[in-house]
Structure formats: structure tokens, C-alpha cells
């Protein structure tokens, strides 16, 4: 009102100024009166008149000057303020992408010429590492924490410790196998213990998943009376499953002792058998009503009975195996690549074993590092990048990120939110340190952590991306690899994506004139027309492994469903916060099965050439650019609608016949479609109102970034005691290292090959009730997004 109220006066002003000009100008134009017959005395004129318009023009003249330039400075003042303001809201919300460029731009071959494995202990790779970061002078802050733990290891000599193999008639020893020398922890003190077993069963169950389990009690159908005379042998791959779970597992079991021992032999391809144990199976291990109510409700812990482990060598195995001639079943050839001498064991016929073990405990150290880079406009909001300190492969990585954008951050780069590198340790045991720094950070994480991400195994193949995620990185990933060139060598230059993505993902092929050696203009038919094309991405990587693995005509999202071990499954499923694994591998480790996940086993390649780790740094540097950098969070809710939609029905599809045995309890299957499709509808309102919010308006964005935080929260079952409470998407019973969806549901469904017992419907209708209350929360919840994102 000030600003119209001056302007209508100085009008005002203006207008009586023009007025009082018209009005002398009508004076000047007087006619004179023509001479008369002289009859009187004529007067000289009087000049006073004359005098007072002159003053009066002038006057109003220095008015009009003066009120003129008034307005023209007030004017000044107030375009300036709004050019400041609108300034200062164009930087809030300009995207400066010409910073994706220089990033990757600073990562070349020569980072990475030189990079070997070093085995060093995790506290001196700490101390040094938060020395580094230190050094840099990039952090606004620089912390190392350490978690204590209790441990075992075995007793030093003279205690010995070991497997003996004793004749069974006469009780005499036929031959000792002494335990590996080795200066590794084994896991948590409460998980091991000392003493003696004698057993007279011995079985290989591979790595000791449950799948793994569930192909051997298939196969030999061991009997759950026998389970404390028998001993199980697990080889060890930490990369396929942690030393803690393989012991969990024999625990579960309730076997009487597990003997560990490493494989020579590296599969390149590793599958699981697609063995699954029911939920019938599951149901029958637990006979006592208040276990089978516990197992029911997801806090049945069974963590708390210790076992006997050693760890022997692969001879020392094949030895103890081949030395009771058995007809005893073969391995299936999914767990090994080439024949195995190994055979998946049963009853020792002449002979038993007997199994000696001392252990100590040992007070440990575990270490965190973590270094906070401050955002500038949106600083209380974090994005968090973790990866394991033994990895000298992702620390080189990482310190190559932090190097370039402390570069670009020097020369004026100001990420909008605040970035916060972790490094790990005590990932072998069941990432203790991660759960423990979550637990303690809980209430600040969920406030302000906007996405976790996870390098995992980082570099195990060639540059076929290997994500698992959040279904909110789905445009993330794609499109920073459509921004990162190959590091292979194709056999042409050109290439043509057809079909499998939409067309904004597409390449366009730029034509451009080139002129004749001397530059000089001629004429366009002279002229040779050359296509330049653009060089193969990574994206273009994934879309060829991934045609390569289904078909010609079909490709499947490039972020995958999240893998339940890792670090990045914590954050996602148990927390509600949107992570992605980060790995690169061969075209064979890229999933393919909904239900059975295969995993390949990552193994540092010291031939890896340094293209490959700069491609993955390019990577991850522009996953990370996005999430800390751009006004709004490049989510994108309708890929959870997609996974949703194509889930739901490939679920309904695999679980037809369960659903009409279990008609009685469940009601028709269409119920869970409807509920489904209203769910899936409410998400693409809720990315609808997104799409069509104000993108200049700082405040919006906000609001709007506020609700694509909380929105992965909204999939979390806040009642639930398991470890895992993502409602989607979860573990199911029977299968150690695979997320499914529905996971309830589905381990009462799987199996079901005839009519269920009473008391099996009666858990369906429990878990039922459960699945049903929690979508239909879900829903309501998400109309409420919807409401608050139409009304700001």
C-alpha cells in the first residue's frame, strides 16, 4: 500500500503540473483587439501579469522535474530489493549441473594405479583415516568413536583344541585334526562355548543359509531327535554370509557342534538350490504353545544357546569325510563350480567323532570414523555414505570423492545438505557397530537423515551396476548412469538403446556441419554430414546384461529389492530410511528371480582396471551430488507404485494355489488387489501434486522435501518386535540373504500343498489381520501426504 500510495500522489502531481502548463499556454494565444477610431487616451500595459505566469510555469516545471526523479529513485529502490530477494530465492533453488562435469572430471586413472590390499588391524586404519580427514580441513567436524564388545577366541597352548575321529567299537583314536592356526575372533562370547561333543552324524551344508539347510533336511531327512549327536561343517565366505549368522544358524538348529573351514575353491557363479523351508516346517521345530505363540508374534530368540566351533583346514574336511566310506548323497552342483569331494554326510557307520573345545574371551575395540561436511540453505538434513574400514578398495574411493569436492567446494561449490561419511568396522559380526551408532542416533537420524548409502563389496567384475535399494532410487541411479560413460571397450563406436526405457532416457544422436580444412564457408551440399555419437554409459551396460538375462524385449528396474545383509538393510527395512547398495559386478550376479535371490560371492580383483573404480566413483560421487545438491530431492514415488504393481501380481501369481487353499481363512485374493490398487493410486497423487508444485518457491520445496523424507517411514510396522519391520518388503522364512514381498503373508502361503492345519488358519487369519491393518493405515496415511502437499 506504500509503494501504490506514493505512486498515486506523485501521478497526482504530475497531472496538475500538465494542467497549469495547458492553462498559461491558453493565455499566451489571446487575440489582440483591432485598432479603434481614436476617442480616448490609450495606457501602456502592465508587465506584473507577465511576471507571475513565468514563475508559475517555472515553478511547476521544477515541480514535475523534481517529483519525476522521486519516483524514479523510489522505483530503483524497489526493483532492487525484489532483484536481491528474487536473487536470493534463484539460488535457493538453482540447479548448478554443470557441477556433475567438474566432479567427475576429477577422478582419473592415475587415483587408482596403485591400488593393493593392505591387511591392517581396524583401530590403526581408524586412527589414520580420521588423521586424514582431519587434514583435509573439509569437515566441519571430525569424530572417532569406539564400541567395546567381548569376543572368543581359543585358549592358547597347552589346552588343545581340535576334532578327533574314534573308532566306534573300540573307542581308540584313528586320527587328530588339529584346529587352524589362526589370530581371528570367532564372534560374540555368547554365541561360543567350551566343552566336548561326541557326535555321530556329520553333514556339509555349504554355507549354512537356510536354504542351504532346507536342501539338506530335504534331502536326508534328519531327524530333530538327532540334532544334538550331529555335527555341521560350513565353509566360510564372509562376502556371502556373515561367520556370526553361519553360527546362529547351527544354533537354531540346535545342533551339537559346527566346524568351519575355508574353501580353495572361488565359485565365479554362485546360486542358491531354491530350497526353502516352509512355514509349516517352521511351525513344527516348535511344539510348545508359547514358543509357537512367540514364533507367531516375531520375537522368538533363540540367540542364547551357545555351541561348539572350530575351524579347521580344507584338507583336514575332505580327510573326515572321505575316511567312512558311506553311500552318502552328493552336493548339488549349485554349490560348487567344479566337482567337490565332499558329500553332504549322515550316519557315521564305523566310526564317531569327538570334538574338544577351549575358548577365552577377549575384550575388543570396535572403531567408527566419521566425518560432517556442513550443508549451506537445508544443513539439517544429512545424507550419509557408509562403507566397512578393512575395505581398501572402497577407502581409496571414498577418499577420492571427499578430495574432489573439497576442490570444488574451494573454487564456490556449497552442497545444500550436509553430508556424513562413516567408516565401519565389526561388519563380520553382525554389523555390530552400525546397529549400535543407529540405536544411539535414532531420534536425530530420523528427523534429518535423508538417504543411506552403502558401498557394500564395491568392485567384484566388470561395470555392470549392481544396486539394491530403496525403489526410491530408481530415477536417482538412472539417471547418473546415463550420465557416467562405460570404462569398456565396445567394438564400435556407435550404439543404439532401443526400447527398453522411456524416451526421456534416451540418447539423441547430434548432427553437426563440419567445414573443409581452411574453415572457410561453402556451400551445404559440399559439405560432408557427420554424426556424433554419444559413448556408451553405464546405463547402457546395465540394459545390455539385463536383456542378455531375460530377453530381448524386457528389462528389469536398475535398482534392485534390498538385500537383507547389509548395512544399508538396517537403515531401510528396520528404520524407514531410503538406502541403495552400491556394488559393481559380473552380468551373472544381476537377480533375476523375484523369490530367490542368487548372490554373487564379491572377491578383490587386483585386475580390475582402473577405468572400472573411476566409472564407480563417477557413480556414486553423482548419486551422492544429487541427493546433497538439488533443491528438491529427485525422488520419484511412482517407482514404488511400479514395484507395487508388478510385485503384487507376480506375488498373486506364484501364491494362486495357496491362496485357494487357504480360502476359508483368507477370503479371495482380489481383496489384496484393491487394497493394492488404492494404495498405488494414492502414491501417483501424491507424485502428481509434486510434479505440479511451484519449483522457484523455496518454501514448497520444502514442505514438499519434508514429506518425500517420511514418506519410505510410512512402510514400517511400528508394533513389530522382528528385526526387520519394513511391511513391503522383508525376509521370509527359509531364505537367509532374500527379501520377498509381503513377507507375512508369504511364509504362511509358501508351501502349501494341502489342506493346513486348524491352527495354521487360525495364524494366516493373524497374520492376515496384520497385513490388511497396515495397508489400510498405510493408505490413509498417504491420502494425508496427498492433503498436505495439495494445501502448503
Not at 510434479?691 to 520445496?701: I, R
Amino acid at each position: 500500500m506504500r509503494q501504490l500510495g506514493t505512486e498515486e500522489k506523485a501521478a497526482l502531481l504530475l497531472t496538475a503540473a500538465d494542467d497549469d502548463d495547458h492553462f498559461t499556454n491558453e493565455h499566451d494565444d489571446i487575440p489582440v483587439i483591432p485598432k479603434r477610431t481614436k476617442t480616448y487616451q490609450r495606457r501602456h500595459p502592465n508587465s506584473t501579469h507577465s511576471i507571475c505566469f513565468f514563475f508559475l510555469i517555472l515553478s511547476a516545471f521544477i515541480i514535475g522535474c523534481t517529483s519525476g526523479v522521486v519516483i524514479m529513485l523510489y522505483r530503483m529502490s524497489q526493483d532492487a530489493e525484489q532483484s536481491s530477494s528474487s536473487l536470493a530465492t534463484s539460488h535457493l533453488t538453482r540447479v548448478d549441473l554443470t557441477i556433475r562435469t567438474k566432479l567427475s572430471q576429477s577422478f582419473t586413472k592415475s587415483d587408482f594405479m596403485n591400488l593393493t590390499r593392505q591387511v591392517k588391524s581396524e583401530s590403526d586404519t581408524a586412527n589414520k583415516l580420521e588423521q586424514l580427514w582431519q587434514s583435509s580441513k573439509l569437515f566441519t567436524r571430525v569424530s572417532k568413536l569406539s564400541y567395546d564388545l567381548t569376543l572368543s577366541t581359543y585358549s592358547p597352548l597347552p589346552q588343545w583344541t581340535g576334532v578327533q575321529l574314534l573308532d566306534k567299537n573300540t573307542n581308540s583314536e584313528i586320527e587328530k585334526y588339529n584346529v587352524l592356526t589362526t589370530n581371528d575372533y570367532l564372534t560374540f562370547s555368547s554365541l561360543i562355548k567350551s566343552g566336548r561333543v561326541q557326535a555321530s552324524y556329520i553333514f556339509y551344508v555349504n554355507f549354512g543359509r537356510k536354504e542351504d539347510f532346507a536342501y539338506l533336511i530335504q534331502k536326508n531327512q534328519i531327524q530333530s531327535e538327532s540334532y544334538d549327536k550331529t555335527v555341521v561343517f560350513m565353509r566360510r565366505n564372509s562376502n556371502v554370509i556373515s561367520q556370526t549368522e553361519q553360527i546362529r544358524q547351527a544354533s537354531r538348529y540346535g545342533f551339537a557342534g559346527l566346524v568351519l573351514f575355508d574353501d580353495p575353491e572361488k565359485d565365479p557363479q554362485l546360486t542358491t538350490t531354491k530350497d526353502r523351508q516352509t512355514f509349516l516346517d517352521e511351525w513344527e521345530r516348535h511344539p510348545i504353545g508359547k514358543e509357537r505363540q512367540q514364533f507367531l508374534d516375531g520375537n522368538l530368540n533363540e540367540d542364547d544357546r551357545p555351541i561348539s566351533v572350530v575351524v579347521l583346514s580344507y584338507t583336514d574336511v575332505q580327510k573326515l569325510f572321505s575316511y567312512d566310506s558311506n553311500d552318502w548323497f552328493p552336493c548339488p552342483p549349485e554349490w560348487h563350480n567344479a566337482g567337490s569331494h565332499l558329500k553332504l554326510g549322515g550316519l557315521l557307520q564305523t566310526s564317531k567323532l569327538n570334538m574338544i573345545t577351549f575358548m577365552q574371551e577377549v575384550p575388543v575395540h570396535l572403531p567408527v570414523v566419521l566425518g560432517y561436511i556442513r550443508g549451506t540453505s537445508d544443513s539439517d538434513r544429512v545424507v550419509m555414505i557408509g562403507y566397512q574400514l578393512d575395505r581398501k578398495q572402497q577407502e581409496k574411493i571414498v577418499n577420492e570423492i571427499i578430495r574432489a569436492y573439497a576442490n570444488q567446494i574451494k573454487n564456490g561449490w556449497q552442497p545444500r545438505r550436509s553430508i556424513l561419511f562413516s567408516a565401519w568396522s565389526g561388519s563380520v559380526y553382525d554389523h555390530y557397530t552400525t546397529r549400535q551408532w543407529i540405536l544411539n542416533n535414532y531420534r536425530l537420524l530420523d528427523r534429518n537423515l535423508v538417504a543411506y548409502i552403502d558401498l557394500g563389496h564395491g568392485i567384484s567384475g566388470n561395470s555392470t551396476l549392481n544396486l539394491h535399494g530403496s525403489p526410491l532410487f530408481q530415477q536417482i541411479a538412472q539417471r547418473a548412469a546415463d550420465f557416467v560413460a562405460s570404462p569398456l571397450v565396445h567394438d564400435h563406436a556407435c550404439h543404439h538403446r532401443q526400447g527398453a526405457m522411456p524416451v526421456s532416457h534416451a540418447h539423441v544422436h547430434r548432427r553437426r556441419r563440419h567445414g573443409d580444412e581452411h574453415g572457410h564457408q561453402v556451400q551445404m551440399n559440399q559439405h560432408e554430414e557427420q554424426t556424433e555419437c554419444e559413448p556408451h554409459k553405464l546405463f547402457d551396460e546395465w540394459l545390455r546384461a539385463s536383456k542378455n538375462r531375460i530377453n530381448a524385449n524386457q528389462t528389469t528396474n536398475i535398482v534392485q529389492m534390498i538385500d537383507n545383509d547389509s548395512s544399508a538393510a538396517l537403515f531401510q527395512l528396520k528404520y524407514g530410511i531410503p538406502s541403495l547398495v552400491i556394488e559393481m559386478s559380473e552380468e551373472q550376479a544381476l537377480t533375476n528371480d523375484t523369490f530367490y535371490a542368487r548372490k554373487l560371492p564379491p572377491i578383490f580383483n587386483a585386475d580390475i582396471q582402473p577405468e572400472v573404480i573411476v566409472a564407480y566413483t563417477q557413480f556414486v560421487s553423482e548419486i551422492l551430488r544429487q541427493l546433497a545438491d538439488e533443491p528438491l530431492i529427485p525422488y520419484n514415488v511412482t517407482d514404488y507404485a511400479i514395484l507395487l504393481e508388478k510385485q503384487t501380481a507376480d506375488y498373486l501369481t506364484h501364491y494362486d494355489k495357496q491362496y485357494r487353499l487357504l480360502a476359508a481363512q483368507l477370503g479371495d485374493s482380489s481383496e489384496l488387489t484393491k487394497l493394492t490398487n488404492d494404495l498405488t493410486k494414492a502414491i501417483r497423487q501424491v507424485q502428481l501434486r509434486i510434479d505440479q508444485a511451484a519449483k522457484n518457491n523455496y518454501m514448497d520445496l520444502q514442505l514438499i522435501n519434508n514429506k518425500l523424507i517420511e514418506f519410505e517411514r510410512l512402510f514400517i510396522v511400528s508394533d513389530s518386535s522382528e528385526t526387520y519391520k519394513h511391511f513391503f518388503l522383508g525376509p521370509a522364512v527359509g531364505l537367509t540373504n532374500t527379501v520377498v514381498p509381503y513377507p507375512m503373508l508369504s511364509n504362511l502361503l509358501f508351501g502349501l500343498t494341502k489342506e493346513p492345519p486348524t491352527e495354521i488358519g487360525d495364524a494366516s487369519k493373524l497374520y492376515w489381520s496384520k497385513v490388511k491393518q497396515q495397508i489400510q493405515l498405510m493408505t490413509r496415511t498417504l491420502n494425508g501426504v496427498e492433503d498436505l502437499l495439495s494445501n502448503p
